[in-house]
């Protein structure tokens, strides 16, 4: 190959793809851990940014530079202003949304290429595998979409949690059959504009009717399932325009989302299969087992503070409550003021704490806590028969003995965070009501525990005030 040659255009757009890709991956790499995600993100951002670039020299774009101009602008900004303004809180309904807005550009990508088969005019690169990847990538690019909407209303309240109706399952059942017939004529036959119209409305509506049964508690699944088909459908229309980076991206986000929603469910000790289908945290799981036995017992932020500050070992348990308290500063200084005491204190993590996989770990790394003092629930556990106190602010499901103690709940199974084998468990909480997945928590009604009833923040702000006093 002479230099001419190995400096064309399409070389280098093909060279600048393979680069894109490696930038992904290198990124993903790093978002592995707390200490280098940044560095991941910008990485990976690096990448997004030449694959944008050099698409504008593809030969198979000649017109509409525009359009394109216009539409990235536009996206730009919004997402910037939109990164901006969320709150801490708000990032797993973000991250849903964007999400969405993946698998629905997958889903209009496969949806031009079919109307160019439809026209006449054939795919960009024909084929029967072809054809059959730009359904498959349209079918679920646009369950994705519908899905990951009807996801980010639920976590923003903007809908009731759940909607269920006898025989759901039945109807889903059969629109998906038809889904298939329809993507069957989609891909092996002459079809019909009609039968484009009836296929996307129907991948719409299942994605809505397969999210909208599913309980809040559930949602961070859910939102890792539909992430990893959002990966999948780019992967499959990667193919069918024959872009490198899109298929390299698709895939590793595929198999990232799917290896993760895997881990969540696992966590949950789940089948996914469950999480979809048997509307846990909805009102139909029972009533969440036997009721606990006892009752709460109160006890005063000063008490608390005391405890804690005359305590050899605290561990902090930090969970949704806290993140939409803001109390992470506090709870920071709180931790701070310990440690000068002597005391030694660490903070315990579950794996489906908050909304969304690592949300903890980020409110935390936002407050400024150092990372070796952030335990996962495997590295914790076997610490807390020598815990002097373990102060629970936010957290519930996840540290319910009801799932190790009680086979008639419906979390039995599911590792949790063992904080009742403590000596003293000091519980921050707002009421006496249950968590996001309606069950009601033993440990709150245990000899050894005390409930600090308010605010996080608040709550957080007296242990201070009362710890400066001592």
């Known amino acids: 190959m002479n ?13 600048s793809y393979f680069a894109t890709a490696i930038l992904f991956i290198r990124g993903l790499k790093l978002m592995s851990s707390p200490v280098t995600a940044r560095k991941g993100i910008i990485w990976a951002g690096v990448g997004m940014g030449i694959a944008t670039v050099v698409t504008f020299a593809h030969p198979q774009i000649s017109s509409n530079y525009g359009l394109m101009l216009l539409a990235i602008t536009i ?18 309904q973000m991250i849903a949304l964007y999400n969405g807005m993946g698998g629905g550009a997958a889903a209009a990508i496969a949806a031009v290429e079919l109307v160019r088969e439809y026209t006449g005019a054939g795919l960009t690169h024909g084929g029967v595998v072809a054809q059959v990847l730009a359904v498959l990538g349209a079918l679920i690019g646009t369950i994705a979409f519908s899905g990951s909407l009807i996801a980010f209303a ?33 891909a092996f036959t002459h079809f019909g504009g009609m039968d484009l119209y009836l296929f996307f409305g129907l991948a719409l509506l299942i994605g809505v009717l397969m999210t909208v049964p599913i309980g809040g508690a559930d949602m961070p699944v859910v939102i890792s399932l539909y992430n990893a088909l959002t990966g999948l459908a780019v992967g499959f ?47 139909d799981d029972g009533g969440g087992g036997e009721g606990p036995e006892g009752s709460m017992k109160s006890i005063e932020a000063g008490d608390a503070a005391i405890t804690m500050a005359y305590a050899e070992k605290v561990v902090i348990v930090p969970g949704y409550g806290m993140a939409v308290a803001q109390a992470q500063h506090k709870i920071w200084e709180l931790t701070q003021l310990l440690k000068d005491r002597g005391v030694k204190v660490a903070f315990a993590i579950h794996p489906v704490a908050g909304r969304m996989p690592g949300h903890m770990n980020v409110l935390l ?4 806590v150092p990372y070796d003092l952030i335990y996962d629930l495997e590295d914790i556990n076997s610490q807390f028969p020598n ?14 003995p009801a799932a190790r103690e009680d086979k008639s709940s419906p979390i039995y199974g599911m590792p949790i965070l063992d904080v009742d084998h403590s000596h003293n468990v000091i519980v921050v909480k707002r009421g006496q ?38």
């Open 237 to 283: 229309e990667g193919f069918v325009l024959q872009n490198p980076a899109m298929m390299i991206a698709g895939i590793v986000v595929g198999a990232a989302g799917t290896l993760l929603t895997q881990l969540m469910a696992k966590a949950m000790n789940r089948p996914l299969t469950n999480v979809l289908f048997a509307g846990f945290g909805t009102g």
């Open 75 to 92: 996206g730009s900004v919004l997402a910037w202003w939109s990164g901006k303004r969320v709150a801490m809180t708000d990032m797993p």
């Open 154 to 186: 639920k976590l923003q309240g903007w809908m009731r949690k759940v909607y269920r109706f006898p025989g759901q399952q039945v109807v889903n059942l059969l629109l998906f059959a038809g889904l298939l017939f329809l993507g069957y004529k989609l």
């Open 433 to 470: 009501g249950t968590g996001f997945s309606g069950i009601q928590n033993h440990l709150f009604f245990a000899d050894n525990t005390r409930m600090l009833y308010g605010d996080g923040q608040e709550v957080a702000q007296k242990l201070v005030a009362a710890i400066k006093s001592l």
């Open 387 to 400: 815990t002097d106190v373990s102060l629970v602010i936010g957290a519930n499901d996840v540290v319910n």
């Open 365 to 368: 790394a936002e407050a400024g």
């Open 3 to 15: 230099l001419e040659n190995l400096l064309s255009i399409e070389n280098l757009i093909n060279f």
